[in-house]
């Protein structure tokens, strides 16, 4: 049973706008949350991360929200441009636990 | 070098074959972990390792096998594969597991096709 999902397999987008990726998790044990872009050919790389003991988290023009109440988190980014076309997986960790449960991504597409 | 190497980029064996992927982190961390990536498939834990020993093996067949020598290096061994089993191989490491020092560091993954 997937703990993390995300909805929108692909997001397509105009450069300059905000791209908005969702996130839904069920585990309330998840305490901490964790974004991770991939190109193709390339491992996943770390982007932003919040802890459930906040509601937002800022770096740059990538921002996280966390609502608790409703088990979702968003990333927005803004603005966006060419470069941020990849698969963005959203993670989850529990303090107790050892294994990122991972959704499935969801492909951003950036267009000029 | 620096941050999670692994090889080979890719590779292609029968299902005869015993071949080993190696992973390498050059960031002190004392976790390692395997990830399989199918296509349409969220990352599928395999494996964890913390400080060299096993701490999860998350129902993966025993065609599978890993090794940690120590906390720099991974391997998976594999021996008998099912067409299956082609897939991304990612190898991860983080500081520590859980919460904030579980943030992992990937390595660019092997490509296994099995034939």
């Known amino acids: 049973d997937q703990q993390v999902k995300q909805n929108s397999p692909s997001l397509s987008v105009q450069e300059g706008r905000i791209s908005i990726l969702n996130c839904d998790y069920t585990?309330?044990?998840?305490?901490?949350f964790l974004w991770y872009k991939k190109y193709p050919a390339e491992g996943p790389t770390f982007l932003i991360s919040?802890?459930?003991?906040?509601d937002k988290n800022e770096d740059g023009r990538f921002t996280v929200f966390l609502n608790k109440s409703a088990k979702h988190l968003s990333l927005h980014i803004v603005p966006s441009q060419p470069g941020d076309s990849a698969v963005y997986f959203c993670?989850?960790?529990?303090?107790?636990?050892?294994?990122?449960?991972f959704g499935k991504g969801t492909s951003l597409l950036v267009t000029p | 070098e620096t941050g999670v190497t692994q090889t080979p980029r890719h590779l292609v064996m029968g299902m005869t074959n015993k071949k080993s992927l190696k992973c390498e982190q050059h960031?002190?961390?004392?976790?390692m972990y395997w990830y399989k990536q199918s296509a349409k498939k969220p990352l599928e834990l395999m494996f964890v390792y913390n400080f060299k020993e096993q701490t999860e093996n998350n129902s993966v067949p025993s065609r599978f096998s890993p090794e940690c020598p120590n906390s720099s290096h991974l391997f998976l061994h594999l021996h008998t594969l099912q067409p299956e089993d082609s897939a991304l191989y990612l190898c991860?490491?983080?500081?520590?597991?859980?919460?904030?020092?579980?943030?992992?560091?990937f390595g660019p993954g092997t490509r296994l096709t099995v034939l």
């Open positions: 919040i802890s459930s003991i906040k």
């Open positions: 585990n309330s044990m998840f305490d901490y």
């Open positions: 993670a989850a960790n529990s303090n107790s636990g050892y294994a990122l449960n």
């Open positions: 991860a490491s983080s500081q520590d597991t859980g919460g904030a020092s579980n943030e992992q560091f």
């Open positions: 960031l002190g961390h004392n976790a």
